[in-house]
């Protein structure tokens, strides 16, 4: 096991290596804020949904952290087809320019959530859901937890949700320290597609207040959170998540109080297993294979037939 001197040590080297100083200007990245991301808000899409609308069921997607609804987009389309109505929602400072971003916090990411599931439910929709993938799900989770979505949702999917990071990225912990030698953020090489769909550059502030913000669902957890007793949970994890540690699964799941929670384990390296295509590294049938079972579930969970039981 690394002492805490090795671990400050990897992790300095690590962000020495990924880049420190001022963002680099990479033309067409989401980054230059030339080419915003698109956000379709149901609340604002259908100024006064008929009856039948408000009795179909209803998804707002929550995307991660640096990312767009492209993220979710996939899924979104899946359960459209479904019969859902889906709200793609931007999370508060992203997909617009780096420059909003950096002076964001996680209460900013976290606003839009909560202001469009309560537009939502004002012009009467009867079920109104989520659909959240890594930190869109630590931020909801911690909305739950402060009783701030009332009342709670029935249908929840939460896809890899961000409680706890893998041991080699808890290295961001040491986010202050770096800030002393001068570092101001990371540089993530992404592929091609992600171009215009994720911010190239992670900036110190930012990356702090992700851990804050796992640091405080933490203690949420810890105390339990209540939802309603109707309320129905599903879990997505893959095993050998980079990013997210596997276990924030089962911290979820003992978390929430009151509700009916499953997880769905993958035996999958993709860190969203709903991506679109072109964002993982590794391509292969597999994978492919571990998202059709990870949106089928997420479907069957979220938009149920009745010919269907969970």
Same mark, same amino acid.
């Given at each position: 096991?690394?002492?805490?001197? =090795? @671990?400050?040590? +990897?992790?300095?080297?690590?962000?020495?290596?990924?880049?420190?100083?001022?963002?680099?200007?990479? !033309? *067409?990245?989401?980054?230059? $804020?030339?080419?915003?991301?698109?956000?379709? #808000?149901?609340?604002?899409?259908?100024?006064?949904?008929?009856?039948?609308?408000?009795?179909?069921?209803?998804? @707002?997607?929550?995307? =991660? %952290?640096?990312?767009?609804?492209?993220?979710?987009?996939?899924? +979104?389309?899946?359960?459209?087809?479904?019969?859902? #109505?889906?709200?793609?929602?931007?999370?508060? *400072?992203?997909?617009?320019?780096?420059?909003?971003?950096?002076?964001?916090?996680?209460?900013?990411?976290?606003?839009?959530? @909560?202001?469009?599931?309560?537009?939502?439910?004002?012009? *009467?929709?009867?079920?109104?859901? %989520?659909?959240?993938?890594?930190? $869109?799900?630590?931020?909801?989770?911690?909305?739950? $937890?402060?009783?701030?979505?009332?009342?709670?949702?029935?249908? @929840?999917?939460?896809?890899?949700?961000?409680?706890?990071?893998?041991?080699?990225?808890?290295?961001?912990?040491?986010?202050?320290?770096?800030?002393?030698?001068?570092?101001?953020?990371?540089?993530?090489?992404? !592929?091609?597609?992600?171009?215009?769909?994720?911010?190239?550059?992670?900036?110190?502030?930012?990356?702090?207040?992700?851990?804050?913000?796992?640091?405080?669902?933490?203690?949420?957890?810890?105390?339990?959170?209540?939802?309603?007793?109707?309320?129905?949970?599903?879990?997505?994890?893959?095993?050998?998540?980079?990013?997210?540690? +596997?276990?924030?699964?089962?911290?979820?799941?003992?978390?929430?109080?009151?509700?009916?929670?499953?997880?769905?384990?993958?035996?999958?390296?993709?860190?969203?297993?709903?991506?679109?295509?072109?964002?993982?590294?590794?391509?292969?049938?597999?994978?492919?294979?571990?998202?059709?079972?990870?949106?089928?579930?997420?479907?069957?969970?979220?938009?149920?037939?009745?010919?269907?039981?969970?």
């Amino acid at each position: 096991m690394l002492s805490r001197r =090795g @671990i400050l040590g +990897a992790a300095l080297a690590s962000l020495l290596s990924a880049g420190c100083g001022v963002p680099p200007a990479v !033309p *067409g990245h989401l980054d230059d $804020g030339q080419r915003p991301a698109q956000t379709r #808000l149901l609340s604002t899409e259908v100024a006064s949904p008929t009856a039948a609308q408000r009795a179909q069921p209803v998804v @707002i997607t929550v995307h =991660g %952290f640096t990312a767009t609804t492209f993220e979710t987009r996939l899924a +979104a389309e899946r359960l459209r087809k479904r019969g859902a #109505l889906v709200s793609e929602l931007l999370l508060g *400072g992203h997909g617009t320019s780096l420059d909003d971003f950096s002076k964001s916090t996680w209460e900013t990411w976290q606003a839009p959530l @909560i202001r469009e599931y309560r537009a939502l439910l004002a012009k *009467g929709y009867e079920s109104v859901g %989520f659909l959240t993938t890594s930190t $869109g799900g630590a931020l909801l989770l911690e909305a739950l $937890g402060r009783g701030l979505l009332t009342p709670a949702p029935r249908q @929840i999917a939460l896809v890899a949700p961000l409680v706890d990071l893998v041991p080699a990225n808890r290295q961001l912990g040491y986010a202050g320290v770096m800030g002393w030698f001068g570092m101001a953020g990371q540089a993530v090489e992404r !592929p091609r597609v992600t171009k215009g769909n994720w911010y190239h550059y992670r900036p110190l502030p930012q990356l702090t207040q992700l851990l804050d913000l796992t640091e405080v669902l933490k203690g949420r957890l810890r105390k339990g959170i209540v939802l309603g007793a109707d309320a129905k949970v599903l879990v997505v994890q893959a095993r050998r998540d980079p990013t997210v540690d +596997a276990r924030s699964a089962e911290l979820v799941r003992l978390g929430l109080k009151m509700a009916d929670v499953n997880v769905l384990y993958l035996d999958s390296s993709w860190h969203i297993p709903v991506w679109p295509d072109g964002v993982a590294d590794e391509q292969t049938s597999l994978e492919f294979a571990n998202r059709e079972v990870a949106l089928g579930a997420i479907e069957r969970h979220l938009v149920p037939q009745p010919q269907e039981v969970e």
